[in-house]
């Protein structure tokens, strides 16, 4: 079986969590709104979301169909790939770990995400810069620091070492990581400069994730979308006050 | 085994959608911050977040305590409760979707939370009641009927009738799409006024989970807190223009 991956084409976002956690596993899919031709492109991804007879509907992007079934919300397709394809631990109480820190990676991911659009979606950064510059100086100042930290202390505490986020082997909350970090480094460079001397293991984690080979290939080939402004980590000068 | 809830006092707030979930499923739990004394309120909270050596530390409240294990996000809590106590179904699409379902209810939650406040959580309302009159609006607008008319179509392509948004019983999507239109209707009563006849299933919802025997219980018991303007769901007139 092939999974299809169903995300706005153009921007990583979202959808390069599960991309990440795709090629890591090695398995067979087709990122559907990446390309073009029949049956792919906007207009398939459209068709889905706008699909009524879905009992089990997406509420966004991204979403993966594998065979009949439909799964939508990042973590959650994460959690139902880490299962299949050895990207999370078996035994509950480690899995239900895992699930939370990647629930965390996704709030840290929002505040990102809201860091240029902290007014509405639906509107240019543009229409919210002066809101956008209060919002962006307290993530950069208290927010992102915060949840470095955290993740910082994880890795720390991690009674495994500290080659990953939980337990002794990768796990999908590592490759979300790993895109978070560089997202990161991309959209507030200044602030990163700064900011990471602090957190030398987070560092650490994203070069060990980006020497996988799996991972590595995927990142030298074009099916790896580069960072743009279009994106949930975006580059705005002025939101990057160091 | 009595479960510890750990969640900020005085207010319904996040801790609210576990609280629901423990109360239905009629577990033994204690409610940790909400009382005083040894080993109680904000101290015991405190503690737990400061604890240094637990190796799965929560970013922040709400989390479980289940013996040794500590749980953390209130989604992960409740895929770990809904498995144990009958809150979810046991198949593995079908649990998986129930997630997906609570993973939508709780963005919903945080752009509501974002209504009043969209630039920083750790600055009052006053400070940001300009940028919250912006929000509001683009949320009261747009996002909240979208929101709205997810759910409601989720509940009427149900294969199984329109009673609950999964399967043919209760889940704690269920009972967590109680408290949103429950706090929806506290802190938007004309906004809701208006959007409401176009949600009738939503509506019924929450009147069938309200009358649940033990939810019921609760309801009008001393561990309901009421709704207040420290919470998520807060009531400022000027934000709902209706």
């Known amino acids: 079986m092939r999974y299809e991956l169903y995300y706005w084409p153009g921007i990583p976002g979202r ?17 559907v709104a990446h390309h073009s031709g029949h049956g792919m492109g906007m207009p398939a991804l459209m068709a889905m979301l706008e699909n009524a007879d879905l009992a089990c509907p997406p509420f966004a992007p ?11 919300q990042t973590a959650n397709i994460l959690l139902f790939l880490g299962l299949r394809h050895g990207l999370a631990p078996q035994e509950e109480a480690a899995r239900l770990w895992v699930h939370q820190l990647q629930l965390t990676i996704a709030d840290l991911v929002a505040e990102v995400h809201d860091s240029h ?19 962006a100086t307290d993530f950069t100042g208290m927010r992102l620091p915060r949840f470095l930290g955290y993740f910082e202390a994880v890795l720390e505490r991690n009674p495994h070492g500290d080659s990953w986020l939980a337990g002794d082997a990768l796990t999908y909350a590592d ?3 790993f895109q978070v ?26 070069d060990r994730v980006a020497a996988r ?13 580069p960072f743009n402004n279009e994106g949930i980590f975006r580059h705005y000068k002025e939101l990057d006050a160091g």
């Open 175 to 177: 490759l979300s990581m």
């Open 62 to 72: 991204p979403f993966l169909k594998a065979g009949e079934q439909v799964i939508g």
């Open 15 to 31: 959808g390069e969590f599960v991309r990440l956690a795709l090629e890591e596993a090695g398995v067979d899919y087709v990122d």
């Open 213 to 225: 080979t799996r991972v590595k290939a995927y990142l030298a080939s074009e099916r790896r979308q």
């Open 117 to 135: 659009h902290p007014i509405a979606a639906g509107l240019y950064y543009d229409e919210q810069k002066a809101e956008a510059l209060r919002r």
């Open 181 to 206: 970090m560089a997202g990161l480094r991309y959209a507030f460079p200044r602030t990163m400069k700064r900011l990471e001397p602090d957190y030398p293991r987070l560092a650490a984690l994203h």
